[in-house]
């Protein structure tokens, strides 16, 4: 073997171990995104995230230049039954094998000073950074129409527990 077919095979072999290394064991299922109006300054974004992978991961943030500010919520319900939104800094855990709705009423990604309206049909570029699997660019649609049905399992790919 030559010089130049053993650096042709090593290169190879690496591009083919990268492409591996970058395949991940987080998927995303049934994601959307919704605001109250056309002249709303919030919005939010729900989807199943799916680990099938053998270690638990944790979604610790969301980036995207459709708000000024993209966080990770929840709804915390006070000893009045009046619930608010909270930021949850610490990010939501995808335990092996299972998965973690974002939903109505639950978790969810939500969007602070809006850059633009959510319009029906279009796409909110967002990047979800996760512990372990890293980076993960999506695209979500809007959907102004969906129904809260605790935000899956209405037959738009949902994914079963």
Do not use: C
């Amino acid at each position: 073997m030559t010089l130049k077919s053993t650096v042709l095979v090593a290169m190879a072999s690496f591009a083919l171990a990268t492409t591996v290394a970058a395949e991940s064991s987080i998927k995303v299922d049934d994601s959307y995104a919704r605001s109250s109006g056309a002249t709303a300054k919030a919005g939010a974004a729900f989807m199943m995230i799916v680990n099938d992978g053998d270690t638990a991961d944790r979604l610790i943030g969301v980036r995207s230049d459709a708000a000024a500010r993209v966080e990770l919520h929840t709804h915390e319900v006070d000893e009045n039954g009046v619930a608010r939104m909270m930021e949850v800094e610490e990010g939501f855990e995808i335990p092996a094998g299972e998965s973690h709705a974002l939903e109505r009423g639950g978790d969810h990604v939500m969007f602070m000073g809006l850059t633009q309206p959510f319009e029906q049909g279009t796409r909110v570029p967002v990047t979800l950074i996760f512990e372990n699997a890293g980076e993960i660019d999506i695209e979500i649609p809007v959907d102004l129409e969906r129904k809260a049905d605790g935000g899956h399992g209405d037959g738009h790919g949902a994914h079963s527990h």
